[in-house]
């Protein structure tokens, strides 16, 4: 009798129920919050990604004159907002009879206003014979100014000419072509042909001072691309 209560008197265990976690559970409100930010972070991912729209940059320098063609382009996707419409658009492709009107650097994105129609180009190519030294840096896109040295009308013909420039004729022209050649305009021995695109109304003017005898540098202004030695 005394052992059956012993057993009686023992404690028994109760069972413990798991409760529903309730609004204001700490952990619960931490996941909800959790898994809200992940949704609204993959929303802005995906919303500025599809943003991006494709435009025009350069594959190699663009010069004043050069007729534009899909070669001389590489199409990229970028986000540039409000600015999006200052650059040539890549969505339906380059239009036919397209022109450079300013240069662009190779890589640079093309501007609307770089490019447009033949009558809205107001220059021409003009090879120049340089002195070699004046002409060992550059490559095509640089951009140079041009100095004649007239010959001074009063010299009646010596043989050794004086001269009263020099004279900044063309500023900031870009250089379209190296011709291997010194074919061009007042060539001699050890010179250099350098093409430039000169403003139309301008060249009449040149290639008269040239024939007169007149000498011509090129100059690169300042921060211009130019021909690194390896």
């Known amino acids: 009798m005394k052992g059956d209560i012993a057993m009686t008197d023992l404690a028994v265990p109760k069972a413990v129920r798991l409760q529903r976690p309730g609004w204001r559970d700490t952990r619960l409100l931490v ?12 929303a802005f991912v995906v919303a500025h990604v599809d943003d991006r729209t494709a435009v025009y940059a350069a594959r190699g320098p663009l010069v004043p004159g050069q007729r534009l063609t899909d070669d001389d382009l590489s199409r990229v996707d970028v986000q540039l907002g409000p600015e999006l419409p200052a650059y040539l658009s890549a969505t339906v492709g380059l239009a036919p009879g397209r022109f450079v009107l300013r240069p662009v650097p190779a890589g640079e994105l093309v501007p609307a ?7 809205e180009v107001g220059v021409q190519p003009l090879v120049l014979t340089v002195g070699a030294g004046s002409a060992a840096a550059l490559e095509v896109g640089s951009t ?19 001269f009263i420039g020099p004279e900044l004729t063309l500023e900031a022209v870009s250089v379209s072509s190296l011709p291997r050649s010194s074919g061009g305009l007042g060539g001699s021995a050890g010179d250099r ?3 430039v695109m000169a403003p139309t109304p301008r060249i009449k003017e040149i290639i008269a001072a040239v024939d007169l005898g007149a000498r011509v540098t090129v100059v690169p202004v300042a921060g211009s691309a130019l021909r690194v030695e390896q």
């Open 31 to 42: 996941g909800v919050l959790l898994v809200l930010s992940s949704v609204v972070l993959g």
């Open 113 to 119: 206003a770089a490019v447009g129609d033949r009558s």
């Open 144 to 162: 140079v100014d041009v100095y004649v040295n007239r010959v001074d009308p009063a010299d009646g013909g010596s043989s050794a000419a004086r």
């Open 193 to 195: 042909a350098v093409q």
